[in-house]
């Protein structure tokens, strides 16, 4: 199960304003690997829907079936909010249904038509 747990305004690349609902998975223990000690966290990735704000704001504690997983991709940058850091990252955070795999959701968005 995943939660709805905030949302946020995106920009589009034409401009156009669009709320995005921000998702997040159960509690993990990971183990450091500096430390070796564990730490509590949980995964979180964000999905484009056509809500206004009322109805994003209502939507958050809802829970819905599947998970948040890591899926391989394109190295890109990105700068560490707390930190300013400036990383690569070769992958992503995506929502899989129940019963969908990693495998079938990069298939099915390689096949999603890109905008020319």
Avoid at 8 to 31: M, T, Y
Avoid at 61 to 83: A, H, I, K, M, N
Wanted: glycine share 6%; aromatic share 8%; net charge negative.
């Amino acid at each position: 199960m995943v939660t709805i747990v905030d949302f946020a305004k995106r920009i589009n690349s034409e401009g156009v304003e669009f709320n995005s609902l921000i998702l997040q998975g159960g509690v993990e223990l990971v183990k450091s690997r500096q430390t070796g000690n564990y730490y509590a966290t949980a995964k979180r990735t964000s999905i484009s829907c056509t809500f206004d704000d009322a109805m994003c704001q209502g939507l958050i504690g809802t829970q819905l079936p599947g998970s948040v997983q890591r899926v391989d991709c394109e190295p890109y940058d990105f700068v560490v909010p707390d930190t300013k850091e400036l990383i690569t990252l070769t992958h992503r955070w995506v929502y899989l249904k129940e019963g969908e795999t990693v495998a079938e959701k990069v298939i099915a968005d390689s096949k999603v038509a890109m905008p020319v």
